[in-house]
């Protein structure tokens, strides 16, 4: 698995873009308008980036980070053999697979299998 992003929930996001933009360089990639809310994606030099999303409904703070899998299914059988939480069972999503899994501190980690 290789880490892909970290969604951070946000109360401002002018402010919180203009943070991740000009202090710590990172650039825009997507910029989406979702019903009550915003997500912006950020890209940076490595191979993870930042989902920041801002609304009413989730407290600010971390709320997931992505990885990206070869074979989501054999990796969420792995890890229902060790005893996690499996939150999401893999679907199918447009660009590929994901499923979700909580960390011991609530955390969600989403694991993604794209498309070849």
Aim: glycine content about 8%; charged content about 30%; hydrophobic content about 40%.
């Amino acid at each position: 698995m290789k880490i892909r992003y970290a969604t951070v929930i946000v109360n401002d996001m002018e402010e919180s873009v203009k943070f991740y933009t000009e202090t710590l360089d990172f650039t825009i990639d997507e910029v989406f308008d979702v019903p009550g809310g915003k997500i912006t994606l950020l890209n940076g030099d490595g191979f993870a980036g930042f989902e920041l999303i801002e609304h009413p409904s989730y407290d600010v703070g971390i709320y997931s980070i992505g990885m990206d899998v070869e074979d989501i299914h054999e990796e969420i059988k792995k890890l229902e053999d060790k005893g996690a939480n499996i939150a999401l069972k893999p679907i199918e999503t447009q660009v590929g697979y994901m499923a979700r899994v909580i960390d011991p501190n609530g955390i969600n980690i989403v694991l993604v299998q794209h498309k070849k």
